[in-house]
């Protein structure tokens, strides 16, 4: 792990390693052909970690779920544990029934075949067309070539073939000490953009060296992730095989963390800083977005307060559709957040944009409007609302609204 | 009463009378320039009754509340009555702090002044730009004028001057009969479009010449908004003016309704369709739409149950978008059903695009594409899902969702 970190100095080859940042994961992909006429591009991934590794995972809240959403769900529930994860896009193997379950089972047992693995030991995610069978004996063999091609420096690779709409591959990086061993977080997403016909999804992939008491795991990723992706959103869609995952192989050699370990709070904080990067990252590329939107909210009852009025400011598409035009509508702002179903008192609540203050006490104030519209024609723009004397404190990311975003979804298969 | 529906046998002369349908009530509508550069289009609205009316209101759930919401709604609260209401577009009266309630009290004073009545008596509503305060010389000029100007038949000019973005007057009108006497119901709304430069905001008035019991006209109401006005939606941000009003002068003469009377659910009825007229035209007349979306559950558990996927399915930017392409994405239908956030079973699901099954058990079926494409481009768009066995059904109204929405809320001020 030192030595790993001691080669590679440069920060973007660095953060170029995502998922295999971390001692002992390797990563591979392949252009399997999932997405009929883009056979050129890759769209398997297979993550692999040289141990059993504790495993955590968070999983879509919608009703309708796809096989590889129940299946992994049901396999970290059991055992906490996994060695390998499989994904595909171009295809989000959900509403597919029974054939479906069947698929995702298949792409288990090959997986752990070519490593030696037990079938239980393989995660899965899909993403793409909703529907649609998986083509198998694409999936078959470009899990075949992706297990040849893994590497220890695979990270990009893997962070590339999970992509669909997205314009760019998202990854992150973090390096800590625990025990006095460095310690790595790696990790990899994609966007929340809608896909080709139907779907937003995000996929996350986290990985981390640290030996993590599996039990404490999934408090782990649930504190990060609260403070990350559920702080995001592109269009207020919520995907039917949305999927982070968290894998720990302890080759670090610290001690198991657990909540009573000194640095507990240095590995979530990392953890989280990590999540952060990948959110922000989906955020800025939402469908059709030109720029990131972050806005903080300080003063609220409480930090789950701030977060839901956060959260309102950024899902609201007279907000967003306001940035996209350089417009410092703050009435908007301010309307959004009285509407995030919060206690809080608007003739008490300031609004800035950037460093101008746009509205005082819930009122106008003069101020220089073409200050503002620079800050709004800026990436990010930094939106804060003060909101009482509160020490609940929270942000949110999300994007613009823009023409764009109807174009790639109303016209997209016609 | 019976007279003016005997000369009144063309049912668009009849649909115009609109508010002013039912016996008893006046109207009338100014142009006093309150929207600047705009002087020509009136703005300032009266609505009048002979004699007191039994007052029912429902206001905007938004912590952010105009001052005429402020002050209508104590009104009806503490004595149930009104007997004017004015409205002005243009400005929503909003983030006005203390001078914006004072402004409210001048609208109230001025009015009732002009009638002979209490200040009390009158309900105000306004809808426009927010944090910007009334230009107080034009709104009592033109409340001077439009009180001038009122008539039995002013509905039509008074439906003209409440709009803002909408693109047409939003009347209906209902005749039944309760205690062999003829009862009408007459309704305007406007469009939850955003308005420059700032807000949507929904206003509707239902007035009657029932004879309806204070106590129990706001249980009628809240039933009418209930499977109206709560089942639609255009851009999911709720403004800070919305306002229903409903006034009930009792000039028909039939003995007050309450539920114990025998036409209490006739009553009811027919203010149902006529609110569910004027939402289903709010919904239409979204920013940038170009067709009504009616999307109808059957099956849920409850009728509650299946309103909240009726109205995930209309509200989802994915649906949206669908349609407005002519796409039968039906994965983008069963998504939002399925984070609608209430119980049902996917896998026992189906879905139609008008007449053509799309979806057979949470999964695909053959299904001729050409004739749902058909469906899709026409106007209104009916989709429906039956999600299970149960009795819950209900419909919820929505739109497309277009470039010009973007346009419209992007670029206005710029």
Redesign the interface.
């Known amino acids: 792990m030192t030595d790993r970190w001691d080669e590679v100095r440069d920060v973007d080859r660095r953060n170029s390693l995502g998922v295999t940042a971390p001692k002992g994961f390797w990563a591979g992909a392949a252009a399997a052909g999932v997405r009929d006429g883009q056979a050129g591009r890759t769209d398997i991934a297979i993550l692999y970690s040289e141990v059993p590794a504790a495993a955590a995972g968070m999983f879509t ?5 796809a096989a590889a959403v129940e299946a992994t769900e049901a396999r970290i529930r059991q055992q906490r544990r996994l060695q390998a994860v499989v994904v595909n896009s171009g295809n ?1 193997n ?4 029974e054939q479906g379950a069947a698929d995702v089972l298949t792409m288990q047992v090959l997986t752990a075949d070519l490593f030696g693995l037990d079938a239980g030991d393989i995660g899965v995610a899909s993403t793409g ?4 069978p998986l083509p198998m004996d694409r999936v078959s063999k470009g899990i075949e070539e992706a297990a040849k091609k893994i590497r220890d420096d695979g990270g990009r690779a893997f962070a590339e073939a999970i992509l669909t709409t997205d314009t760019y591959p998202k990854e992150a990086v973090r390096q800590i000490e625990v025990d006095g061993r460095p310690v790595a977080i790696g990790g990899a997403a994609k966007g929340s953009g ?1 896909i080709h ?4 999804t995000m996929l996350a992939f986290l990985t981390t060296d640290a030996a993590v008491d599996p039990v404490f795991l999934q408090e782990a990723l649930r504190r990060a992730v609260d403070a990350s992706f559920h702080c995001i959103s592109v ?6 095989n949305d999927t982070v995952l968290l894998l720990a192989n302890g080759m670090a050699g610290n001690r198991p963390l657990t909540p009573e370990h000194p640095e507990w709070d240095v590995f979530v904080g990392a953890l989280t800083e990590t999540a952060v990067d990948l959110a922000k990252a989906i955020a800025r590329d939402g469908e059709g977005a030109t720029r990131l939107i972050e806005a903080a909210v300080e003063g609220a009852g409480s930090a789950e307060d701030a977060r839901r009025i956060a959260k309102a400011v950024i ?4 907000v967003k ?2 940035v ?4 410092p ?4 702002i ?7 179903g ?3 008192d ?2 008490r609540t300031d609004i800035y944009i950037g460093d101008v203050c746009v ?1 005082r ?4 104030v003069p101020f220089d409007e073409e200050a503002a519209r620079r800050v709004l024609r800026g990436d990010p723009v930094p939106l804060r609302l003060v909101v009482g004397e509160g020490a609940g404190r929270a942000v949110a990311w999300g994007c613009d ?3 764009r ?3 790639i ?6």
Chains 1, 2 share one sequence.
């Open positions: 809240t919608n009703r309708v779920r989000a959900a509403c597919t029934g067309v909703i529907g649609v809608m016909p139907n779907m937003a269009d207020g869609d919520t995907s039917t899902g609201s598409s007279l559709t306001a996209y035009g350089a417009d509508n703050w009435g908007r301010l309307c959004a957040a009285g509407y995030a919060v206690p809080f608007p003739s509205c006490g819930g009122a106008a609204l823009t023409e975003y109807i174009e979804n109303a016209h997209y298969r016609t």
